[in-house]
């Protein structure tokens, strides 16, 4: 809810909604043409053959295709793994492309069979000629960038949703529990973008206990306690599945159509780490699954997401918190990786006090620097 | 607000005629005096001086108030370490003259940022803050053995890992630490601002093991001081050592040249016992045996067989049945010097409540603080000496033991704590 408030307070800011969206998903085929058509890319469990490893400037598009049998993901990655374009949500057999605007320079193509890690990377040169971004392009890049990332987000989560909802509603319980903290994890990636239409957050994601007095329970934790119970019975929960697809739709489309400032972006990349630190540590967010560190994962790759789109202005104004941020995420990243297992995470009730301290350090580690991205990103 | 030396007080008084009063007030006062980080051109009233020889927070005369913490240090990276010392060193200079931890200040910067300043203590005076900072064993080498950070040569032989006392029962977890930071101060809201503006600094190189909350003074560390009162009722630090005894703190108080490494030199080894006191039991315990347990008067203070406060304990005295008047398992008799080859300490306690346990009893006691010269030669043997027959731990439990050894003073702008240990 705090996060609301600032996001909503961030929106009338200096730079919000001046700027247009430039790149995005607007496929040049011209270029792409000029380019040498699409690239194929053939994506498996344990591979990632990109056709060709230099391109021209201007839009590419990315033909990806799923021959495994996990369910992958595609991204192209600037320096500091800034993203973009991404494609997620690739189901085996299936076939999708990506556009993707590239200025001249050197990129990372990356699969990412089951959704996790860093995925299988190679390198990507482009190459042509391009005016340097003056420092209002780059801040207006920044916000296009994360747009992009955000709905790579929501065009995964709405499928998901889908499939969550369609288990919950044919009674496999199994299968929904499974669905469950793969589904939120696109959900937590943009939760602070979420969190700008006030109403639709707790009817998706509220807790038990914040919902008020004539309100119902309803959203991912209402069927997370019923699917999670000793006895899980999901009988009487179909038009509670009903309704948190109707949410997800909703938000979905405000979300796409919602336009970010960069101060926007570094308060939500904040707001994320605060998401962590809160609730995810004590484990208070899936308090019934003990899915919690899909969630804090999820968390932190919104954050970076958000910190990436913004590299280019922060590398100009401030090279040492660029630095700094890296590292931390870095650590972060490592030492979460320690609770990683198979293609997800230990449950939250596994890991001991010892363990969870760890991990509020490496958090607090990294807040403290993202708390300082705002002010570098407003100055003028 | 910038880094203008306007203590907090100051501030807010000033902050009502704006940005440009301020600038103004200063203009035209004159009195408002420029300086940065470690300087002290001036003393602040109700200041403690934060440079000198040794560090502030020991001698001082003991405040009402404390905030002691200890911290694990988990950065591997030396010059991050050594970063912060200096930006903890900057900021503790700063708080203990009344101002905000850093230059910007609690509502001196843009909306967007956060400030460098918690702003808890906005408005309110210095208030006597000492800040007082030591390292662990542990800094110097970890558990496995480890020099972490290439200091492990320069680990004094004082700073030996405390041996187990009998009857302790100690809880790891709120027990020793890489490095110590003590705050001291007359207000618990400016003693708590300290530290927590120190944790906020050193997030990602430290994080916090322990801390313990202290609400009122067990020891006198000056003559002009009243003897205050434990949890026990009794008068607690009647013999301490005190800051008007200069010749005493040379030879008890204050590493000497020789005595070990250099760095320590003009620094102090200190030693923390938090003891649960058991005081529902105890105040079921008759007058004449809590005064023979503690060995002096509840109400004057006086030793047994005395009539003053300050006058000697006779150990020797026996009274008209024959038996010791201090009697031999007697807390002060145990503790006392002659029973210790002459051992002393000056001791810093606070007592404290940390609210009631399961079982609706006070969760309360003292946290014990001692400085010394040498642990090895002053806690060690007192202790030791008490925890074998000392009658008061029927109503103690020790549940947590620490050992930092505190480096001498910062001396001005240039140096910070830890300078000569990590040159």
């Known amino acids: 809810m705090r996060t609301t408030r600032i996001l909503a307070l961030a929106a009338v800011g200096v730079l919000g909604g001046a700027l247009a969206a430039c790149g995005g998903d607007k496929a040049d085929d011209t270029a792409a043409g000029a380019a040498g058509g699409p690239i194929t890319v053939k994506a498996s469990d344990t591979a990632c053959e990109v056709?060709?490893?230099?391109?021209?400037?201007?839009?590419?598009?990315?033909t990806v295709t799923n021959g495994g049998n996990k369910v992958t993901e595609f991204y192209v990655y600037a320096p500091g793994d800034r993203v973009m374009g991404e494609v997620e949500n690739i189901a085996p057999g299936l076939t999708r492309e990506l556009h993707v605007e590239l200025p001249a320079g050197s990129y990372e193509t990356a699969c990412k069979p089951?959704?996790?890690?860093?995925?299988?990377?190679?390198?990507?040169?482009?190459?042509g000629s391009a005016a340097p971004l003056t420092d209002d392009a780059k801040l207006a890049d920044a916000t296009a960038s994360y747009s992009r990332y955000v709905r790579s987000q929501t065009a995964a989560l709405l499928p998901r949703t889908e499939e969550f909802v369609a288990a919950v509603k044919a009674g496999e319980v199994d299968k929904a529990k499974a669905l469950f903290p793969v589904t939120r994890t696109y959900w937590e990636r943009?939760?602070?973008?979420?969190?700008?239409?006030?109403?639709?957050?707790?009817?998706?994601?509220?807790?038990?206990?914040?919902?008020?007095?004539?309100?119902?329970?309803?959203g991912f934790h209402r069927l997370e306690k019923d699917l999670w119970a000793a006895k899980p019975d999901v009988s009487q929960d179909g038009p509670i599945a009903d309704q948190l697809l109707a949410d997800v739709k909703e938000i979905v489309a405000k979300a796409n159509a919602e336009k970010l400032s960069p101060l926007q972006l570094a308060n939500g990349a904040k707001a994320l780490l605060d998401e962590v630190a809160t609730g995810k540590i004590t484990g208070e967010e899936d308090r019934y699954s003990h899915t919690d560190l899909w969630d804090f994962n999820a968390n932190i790759e919104g954050s970076k997401a958000a910190i990436a789109s913004l590299r280019p202005v922060l590398e100009e104004r401030d090279p040492a918190l660029v630095k700094t941020l890296d590292a931390e995420f870095a650590n972060v990243d490592t030492t979460l990786a320690k609770y990683r297992d198979g293609d997800g995470w230990k449950l939250h009730n596994t890991l001991s006090e010892a363990d969870l301290k760890g991990l509020s350090d490496a958090i607090n580690a990294l807040a403290e620097p993202i708390s300082k991205v705002a002010a570098v990103v407003s100055k003028k | 607000m910038s880094d203008s030396i306007v203590s907090r007080r100051r501030a807010i008084a000033l902050a009502g005629v704006g940005v440009a009063g301020v600038a103004g007030a200063a203009a035209v006062g004159g009195a408002l005096v420029k300086g940065a980080s470690a300087e002290e051109p001036h003393p602040v009233e109700g200041a403690v001086?934060?440079?000198?020889?040794?560090?502030?927070?020991?001698?001082?005369?003991?405040?009402?108030?404390?905030?002691?913490?200890?911290?694990?240090?988990i950065t591997k990276d030396r010059e991050r370490l050594v970063g912060m010392l200096k930006d903890w060193t900057t900021a503790a200079a700063r708080m203990t003259a009344g101002r905000d931890a850093g230059e910007i200040g609690a509502v001196g910067g843009i909306p967007e940022a956060p400030p460098d300043d918690t702003g808890e203590a906005l408005g309110l005076?210095?208030?006597?803050?000492?800040?007082?900072?030591?390292?662990?064993?542990?800094?110097?080498?970890?558990?496995?053995?480890?020099?972490?950070?290439?200091?492990?040569?320069?680990?004094?032989?004082?700073?030996?890992?405390?041996p187990h006392f009998a009857g302790d029962r100690l809880d790891e977890a709120i027990s020793g630490g890489d490095l110590c930071v003590q705050a001291c101060a007359n207000d618990p809201q400016v003693a708590v601002h300290a530290i927590r503006n120190l944790a906020r600094i050193g997030m990602g190189v430290v994080s916090v093991r322990w801390s313990q909350l202290g609400f009122g003074r067990t020891s006198s560390t000056s003559t002009t001081q009243a003897t205050p009162r434990n949890l026990f009722g009794f008068k607690d630090g009647t013999s301490n050592l005190k800051l008007e005894e200069t010749e005493l703190l040379r030879e008890h108080l204050w590493v000497q040249p020789g005595d070990g490494p250099e760095w320590m030199t003009g620094g102090s080894y200190l030693v923390s016992r938090k003891i649960r006191m058991i005081v529902e039991t105890w105040d079921r315990?008759?007058?004449?045996?809590?005064?023979?347990?503690?060995?002096?008067?509840?109400?004057?203070?006086?030793?047994?067989?005395?009539?003053?406060?300050?006058?000697?304990?006779?150990?020797?005295?026996?009274?008209?049945?024959?038996?010791?008047?201090?009697?031999?398992?007697?807390?002060?008799?145990?503790?006392?010097?002659?029973?210790?080859?002459?051992?002393?300490?000056?001791r810093r306690g606070y007592n404290f409540v940390d609210g009631s346990d399961g079982l609706g009893r006070l969760d309360a006691g003292l946290f014990f603080v001692a400085y010394q010269r040498d642990p090895r030669k002053q806690f060690v043997p007192i202790q030791r000496s008490l925890s074998r027959s000392d009658e008061m731990n029927e109503y103690l439990k020790p549940v947590s033991q620490a050992l930092f050894a505190c480096?001498?003073?910062?001396?001005?702008?240039?140096?910070?704590?830890g300078r000569a240990l990590f040159s």
């Open chain 2, 125 to 162: 005076p210095p208030s006597a803050l000492t800040i007082t900072v030591g390292f662990g064993p542990t800094l110097f080498r970890d558990a496995t053995g480890k020099d972490r950070f290439g200091i492990a040569a320069r680990r004094p032989e004082a700073l030996a890992d405390l």
């Open chain 2, 49 to 73: 001086g934060f440079t000198g020889e040794h560090q502030a927070g020991i001698v001082t005369p003991a405040q009402d108030r404390l905030h002691f913490v200890a911290f694990d240090v």
């Open chain 2, 285 to 346: 315990s008759s007058l004449a045996e809590q005064e023979m347990i503690v060995g002096r008067r509840k109400g004057s203070g006086a030793p047994l067989g005395k009539t003053g406060e300050f006058e000697e304990p006779d150990l020797d005295a026996r009274g008209a049945d024959g038996e010791p008047v201090l009697a031999v398992n007697s807390h002060v008799r145990l503790a006392h010097p002659n029973t210790n080859g002459g051992a002393r300490l000056l």
């Open chain 2, 407 to 417: 480096p001498p003073g910062v001396t001005g702008p240039v140096d910070f704590w």
């Open chain 1, 114 to 127: 089951g959704m996790i890690g860093k995925g299988i990377r190679a390198a990507l040169t482009v190459s």
């Open chain 1, 190 to 218: 943009i939760e602070p973008v979420a969190e700008i239409f006030g109403d639709l957050d707790p009817k998706i994601d509220g807790r038990e206990e914040v919902i008020e007095e004539g309100m119902e329970f309803t």
């Open chain 1, 51 to 62: 056709a060709r490893n230099q391109t021209d400037a201007g839009t590419s598009v990315f």
